[in-house]
């Protein structure tokens, strides 16, 4: 099983990124995909998730009206992107695709 994440960066505030998720080797249907967020010292934290394809995302407070998440043509693929970005969304971002997480891609927004 492989996740990967891909796409982060350093970005100025106000700036976008996009982040890419791709996930090989799990059986069955990819019946929940969702993106995380951790900063060194806190725990881990929903930033959005979709559940069988991605009919009603959702997302938390924080990102909501600046973030989308989104199912890739390719049906392992995933894809957030973000606008309006913030000093305070700067943290490594996590892709979880079933219950197998990714390594991580690091999301740094100065100010």
């Known amino acids: 099983v492989q996740v990967v994440e891909s796409g982060g960066g350093l970005v100025q505030a106000g700036g976008s990124l996009r982040l890419s998720c791709a996930a090989s080797?799990?059986?069955?249907?990819?019946?929940?995909m969702a993106w995380y967020r951790q900063v060194p010292g806190n725990q881990r934290e929903f930033v959005a998730g979709m559940v069988n394809g991605g009919s009603t995302p959702t997302y938390a407070d924080p990102v909501k009206g600046r973030f989308t998440i989104s199912r890739g043509n390719a049906r392992n693929t995933m894809y957030l992107q973000m606008n309006s970005l913030k000093p305070e969304d700067t943290a490594v971002y996590y892709c979880l695709v079933k219950a197998y997480w990714g390594q991580g891609t690091q999301v740094t927004v100065s100010s």
């Open positions: 080797g799990i059986t069955g249907s990819l019946n929940y």
